[in-house]
């Protein structure tokens, strides 16, 4: 731990708020539907997303005198006039297989089929409902669970193989003195996030220009302009700020070039919000997961043998695989170990990312199974992990590029009281409730991609930074304020922030929680080169107290520039850039993973324990407090970091005890399409939430020593408050969520 330390820099100063804080509180923040600008308000059309009644089948025609005379409707685009466009083979992260109105084929219920334009929205909906479609329905696969023995390997596994084997299973089942196996399963769950995917195109000639809430500018410009045959560089994308995405928004999906095209037919600055309804297929989702897992171990606790086999469904029209399979092969060591992920092909829309893709359902799953090790071998759960804590990666045989967990384990254990914890379920009663405790681990790899930044110092002390990443809400801003200010010693409120907008250099995808990684260490790069180019303005400068000295001499700190060797020779920076007649001096800087990343494994850390009431009579359980201690790096900024981690807390109650998508077994379209019968939590559903960190910097990692922060919230958490409702009532409940008809009749 403390060669990580020595290495490391000193924390960049912290931004007290968040940087857009004001201006969302005060309603000027604009989010991608929001913007009147700069066409004409007065000629905004509004499209609207007519979707699919049958699950599978193709539209045979298209009744539509009624609406095309209706008021206000400008164009219908359907499946019968739509441009030909160019849509391709899907590319993730940067889209999936699209619906663009290029053939009448239906592949799921709630698919796109036509899209009507309009001088209001409600003249599009009105529009819409005039639409009569005649379909040619085929038979269509929509239960999941009913199929399951129709699972067969995924085309596209994704980043990791669907299969993976090492040791003698079958030798180390058989030496087992404990061995638990059972079945566990995950619902299908759709990303919710408070702003719904928006989009406003208009064209300028043959330039595109949109606004949309996406976690991808470079994503999308890059998808529109091969879908739409534009050169890339006409396409600009903005989209200042996000209200969550998520990993629904990762990708981008059809509205965003249907949208494109109706503002091409109409000559219209068009705007396109999905209906939260729309937001249920349309868009991803996660997909449900049945995982067989069976785990063997000594006497002593070692795991000789592991071996998870999950399925899961797919859509007819593209592969997507959740690898919850993942932390078996990875979170703790055995002697053997195997894994397999296969698909059922169902008439249903594209899964995608959502929040710890992998990770979230499969520590829910495989920390249950740990649980019921540990009660075989009456042993305290707690000691089951670090048992067997895995010092280097297993699956890759390689070290780890750094792991603190056993500390997390001891400090969140310890402010937890695990050790009041009675190992016998229903033992710790209060009234009428059960109460009970439970804990799992959580994980997440931490990833970072290229990425690119430009600085520039400003008049009056002020700084500008840019990149072309995005802000989810998790903090991009703070942060790039924070890391542009350490790299010249200023005040981070000095530091104006530009992110949002395609033309602003590179930067990856707002998803694998790697956008803190990636960006700091190119806006680090770029401060590096700024500070050089200041400290030379200086040098040549003969009004500079710092004129004639070698560049190596010149510090930043505290607003100036310094003579190391004599610090009382400075040059502030605002009289620098005064001197130069106010003109700005820019740097641009950028920063990819080093060659070694693949010598070992980077992944975040986390202990989770959690406390819950489970009523005797109403079986309705309440999770009374969280508290969970992270290895996530650097922690940037307490405010918005620990934020994200409690959200991904609070997501892990809803995967536990409130979400799921209900399929209508014949329609195939999903019943509670909304946020009253969707249940995601509200504050009265979540109890205490005690969220630390223990802030040591990975420098193996990148130079900043920070590892990704937004989706390891979630892992282990839906698993801490199963066991604990297993510890409270003695029932064990391995589907999720954990609703009080399960207990009631386990
Ligand atoms: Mo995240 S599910 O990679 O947006």
Redesign the pocket.
């Known amino acids: 731990m403390m060669q990580d330390m020595e290495a490391a820099p000193k924390p960049a100063k912290q931004l007290d708020h968040r940087y857009e804080g004001i201006a969302k509180v005060t309603g000027k923040a604009k989010y991608a539907a929001e913007f009147s600008e700069p066409f004409s308000r007065s000629d905004l059309a509004y499209a609207y997303i007519v979707q699919s009644t049958i699950p599978s089948g193709t539209v045979v025609s298209i009744e539509r005198t009624a609406a095309d005379r209706a008021p206000g409707v400008i164009a219908i685009l359907t499946p019968f006039n739509a441009p030909k466009l160019n849509p391709g083979p899907p590319q993730p992260p940067a889209r999936r297989n699209l619906s663009l109105l290029q053939d009448a084929d239906v592949y799921y219920n709630g698919q796109p089929v036509a899209v009507v334009v309009a001088r209001s929205l409600n003249e599009a909906k009105a529009g819409a409902a005039m639409l009569k479609f005649k379909y040619s329905p085929k038979a269509a696969q929509v239960s999941f669970m009913q199929n399951l023995g129709e699972a067969r390997w995924p085309k596209n596994p994704g980043k990791e193989p669907a299969g993976n084997h090492r040791g003698d299973l079958q030798a180390a089942f058989s030496k087992s003195s404990a061995i638990v196996e059972n079945t566990y399963i995950t619902p299908i769950q759709h990303h919710n996030p408070m702003e719904p995917h928006a989009t406003i195109a208009w064209w300028e000639g043959e330039k595109l220009n949109i606004y949309d809430a996406t976690?991808y500018i470079s994503g999308v410009r890059m998808s529109l302009a091969k879908t739409l045959n534009v050169p890339f560089d006409y396409v600009r994308v903005v989209n200042p700020v996000v209200g969550g995405?998520?990993?629904s928004?990762?990708s981008m999906w059809s509205h965003v070039p249907l949208c494109a095209i109706a503002a091409k037919v109409t000559g219209k600055p068009v705007k396109l919000v999905l209906e939260r309804e729309q937001m249920f297929g349309p868009v991803g989702g996660r997909p449900s997961t049945v995982n067989k897992i069976k785990l063997g171990a000594s006497a002593d606790g070692k795991l000789l043998a592991m071996q998870q086999d999950v399925v899961m469904n797919a859509s007819v029209m593209e592969d997507f695989v959740e690898h919850s399979e993942g932390p078996t092969k990875n979170l703790y060591t055995s002697e053997a170990n195997s894994v397999t992920a296969k698909v059922v092909e169902v008439n249903l829309g594209v899964s995608t990312?959502?929040?710890?893709?992998g990770e979230a359902p499969g520590t829910a799953v495989l920390e249950i199974a740990m649980d019921e090790l540990a009660e075989k071998l009456k042993m305290d759960p707690m000691q089951l992990r670090l048992v067997n804590y895995a010092d280097k990666d297993p699956s890759h045989d390689r070290p780890w590029s750094s792991k603190h967990l056993r500390e997390c384990y001891t400090q969140a254990s310890e402010r937890f009281g695990w050790s009041k914890r009675s190992a016998t379920p229903g033992a710790k009663t209060e009234g009428n409730a059960l109460i009970g405790y439970g804990m799992a681990t959580a994980t997440y790899p931490a990833n970072r991609s290229a990425a690119q930044a430009v600085v520039r110092m400003l008049s009056g002390g002020r700084m500008f930074v840019g990149s072309g990443t995005q802000d989810?809400g998790t903090g991009t801003y703070t942060i790039m304020a924070q890391q542009a200010a350490a790299g010249l010693g200023i005040d981070p409120k000095l530091v104006e922030v530009k992110l949002g907008d395609s033309r602003l250099p590179k930067a990856p995808?707002?998803?694998?929680?790697q956008s803190s990684a990636s960006v700091l260490p190119a806006i680090q790069d770029a401060t590096t080169q700024l500070k050089l180019k200041l400290a030379d303005l200086a040098i040549s400068d003969a009004g500079s107290p710092l004129h004639g000295l070698r560049t190596l001499d010149i510090e930043a700190k505290d607003g100036k520039l310094t003579n190391k060797n004599n610090p009382s020779q400075t040059d502030s920076l605002t009289d620098l850039i005064a001197r130069n007649g106010g003109k700005p001096v820019e740097a641009t800087g950028s920063a990819e993973p080093s060659e070694s990343r693949d010598a070992m494994t980077s992944n975040s850390w986390g202990a989770v324990f959690a406390e819950v009431a489970v009523d005797r009579d109403t079986h309705m359980v309440k999770v009374r407090r969280v508290v969970a201690t992270y290895d996530i790096g650097t922690l940037l900024n307490d405010k918005t970091g620990l934020n994200q981690l409690m959200g991904g807390i609070t997501w892990g109650v809803s995967f536990a005890l409130h979400e799921e998508a209900h399929i209508d077994p014949v329609y195939g379209r999903v019943v509670n399409e909304s946020l009253a019968e969707y249940h995601v939590p509200v504050n009265a559903d979540i109890g205490r939430l005690d969220v630390t960190v223990l802030n040591i910097p990975d420098m193996k990692f990148n130079p900043i020593g920070s590892r990704g922060i937004?989706?390891i919230g979630i892992t282990g958490a839906a698993a801490a408050i199963a066991n604990a409702i297993y510890n409270a009532t003695g029932k064990r409940i391995r589907e999720y969520p954990i609703t009080p008809d399960k207990i009631m009749t386990a």
């Open positions: 976690q995405g998520f990993g928004k990762g990312f959502m929040r710890a893709p989810l995808v707002s998803g694998g929680s937004g989706e």
